[in-house]
């Protein structure tokens, strides 16, 4: 498998972190990808952040020990993103997807 460069996107240092420990805890096979997208379409759509095995539509990234996966068609979305793991108002964490400027 050729893994491309680059990726669209960057995470912020608690979200690798949080990432990582999903990975480990939930015991997430290896030959799974961490896959990044929109749910839904355009504007409308949300943010989609699971473990999934890649497909023809996708491209897939190493990034450190890392599998990426990113449907070709969500990658212009993904496009300056930062991904982020922090609290919210009612004190629950997760991920959040900041536009960088």
């Known amino acids: 498998m050729d893994f ?3 990726l669209p996107f960057t995470f ?3 979200a ?3 990432i990582q420990n999903i990975r480990q805890h939930k015991n997430i096979a290896p030959e799974y990808f961490l896959r ?3 749910k839904g379409s355009g504007c409308a759509g ?3 952040l699971g473990f999934d095995l890649p497909g023809e539509q996708d491209r897939v990234y190493l990034y450190q020990d890392l599998k990426i996966c990113i449907r070709k068609a969500h990658w212009l979305y993904l496009l300056n993103i930062e991904i982020a ?3 919210d108002e009612d004190g629950a964490w997760g991920f ?3 536009k960088n400027q």
């Open 16 to 18: 690798w972190e949080a």
């Open 36 to 38: 990044v997208g929109i």
């Open 12 to 14: 912020a240092a608690a």
């Open 4 to 6: 491309e460069q680059n």
């Open 85 to 87: 793991y922090e609290e």
């Open 96 to 98: 959040a997807f900041h």
């Open 46 to 48: 949300e943010y989609l």
